[in-house]
């Protein structure tokens, strides 16, 4: 019995001089030394947050495609940093990650707004508010949508209630924040824009387009320090997206090379058996039923007298170079092709991880497009 009390009474005392140890090597200083300790400080220094501080407005492409995977454009997302304020509009699958490649200050995201509620620009909605919260966000994130907006931000809160009710009891962990706070709003049928943000000195509005059967969807003017960025939604020609886009010093709109997305539901339709083939022709062909083309594009932006035209949802996908038996092959070149007949300033074809900056007023210049964000 004795011999068994020492031994409790040893094990106990080794504890104790193990976390006495454990804890002076904590408390010693560290400094970077290692490969490792250089890329540790690296990583965790990495955030630019003096981008916040810039004077105009930076437009970053953080999701740049449509539904199907594509390796350099994923779903819906565009980001806009202006005033202090850090915006999103629409947030699909992996744009979070684009973000965070750049080295965005994502914990610093302030709101987004949401065009419509088809699944590639709203699915990244739930991991932005969790992660972001997870990681200290110490500032709610706003969810401005029209009609719906309370729904499905509410469906995000309800299937991140494990993950909340484990952390909330962590320290600094303020459960308040771990939702997003839904603003719905209402807007004119005819296409009128309504004001639904106004903070230091940036004001978005929304405005109705015209997205064919799906009845709730709008696009977005984004105004700050005398420059206007309008970002058409998902839309066919619509005379509201013209009104709204007039004077516009950037617009971003989406685009379909109908010419393109038909050869390839051709050949979908031809070459893949049945019933996958036909199946993914008839996709095809129904979703671009929904979308506007490029010479229709080349029109709006004609009419509006937009300053600099960036093609955005690009359908179908394309690559940036394609080789083929010994050659090099841009397919962007097809994609705009006849456009510059009908549109005459600057054409873009929109891929993840470009941006543009706009400085304020009276300066009339957009820079971009560049990997990563501007220098403003």
């Not at 995201?109 to 739930?126: K, P, W």
């Not at 685009?255 to 050949?267: Q, S, V, Y």
Request: glycine letters at 8%; aromatic letters at 8%.
């Amino acid at each position: 019995m004795k011999n068994v009390k020492m031994i409790i009474r040893i094990l106990a005392l080794m504890a104790v001089i193990h976390a006495a140890s454990a804890f002076t090597v904590r408390a010693e200083p560290c400094y970077p030394t290692t490969p490792f300790d250089v890329y540790a400080m690296q990583y965790f220094t990495r955030i630019n947050t003096d981008i916040l501080t810039d004077p105009g407005i930076h437009v970053i492409l953080a999701g740049t495609g449509m539904p199907w995977f594509d390796p350099i454009r994923n779903p819906q997302c565009i980001g806009v940093i202006a005033g202090g304020k850090f915006l999103l509009f629409d947030v699909g699958d992996s744009a979070l990650k684009t973000l965070d490649k750049l080295n965005l200050p994502i914990n610093r995201i302030d709101a987004v707004f949401i065009t419509h509620y088809h699944s590639d620009h709203t699915n990244g909605l739930g991991h932005l508010i969790s992660h972001t919260w997870a990681n200290h966000r110490q500032q709610p994130i706003r969810v401005y949508g029209p009609k719906g907006i309370k729904k499905l931000t509410k469906g995000f809160a309800k299937a991140a209630k494990l993950d909340i009710d484990i952390r909330k009891n962590f320290e600094a962990f303020d459960s308040n924040l771990a939702i997003g706070v839904p603003h719905e709003f209402k807007y004119p049928k005819d296409g009128t824009p309504v004001e639904i943000f106004n903070e230091n000195g940036v004001v978005v509005k929304a405005f109705k387009n015209d997205h064919y059967d799906v009845e709730i969807s709008v696009g977005y003017r984004i105004e700050f320090a005398g420059r206007l960025v309008v970002i058409s939604g998902d839309t066919m020609y619509a005379d509201s997206v013209v009104q709204n886009a007039t004077g516009a010093d950037l617009l971003i709109h989406e685009a379909t090379n109908m010419r393109m997305a038909e050869r390839t539901a051709c050949l979908a339709e031809t070459n893949i058996p049945a019933p996958h083939g036909p199946g993914l022709a008839s996709r095809i062909r129904r979703a671009i039923s929904h979308h506007i083309d490029t010479l229709e594009v080349a029109e709006v932006a004609a009419q509006a007298g937009a300053g600099k035209l960036v093609l955005n949802h690009i359908i179908p996908p394309i690559p940036e170079t394609f080789s083929f038996m010994g050659g090099e092959f841009d397919f962007t070149v097809d994609f705009i092709e006849g456009m510059d007949a009908i549109y005459t300033g600057d054409i873009h074809v929109a891929k993840d991880g470009a941006s543009f900056y706009l400085p304020p007023a009276p300066e009339n210049t957009v820079s971009g497009p560049c990997e990563g964000p501007c220098a403003p």
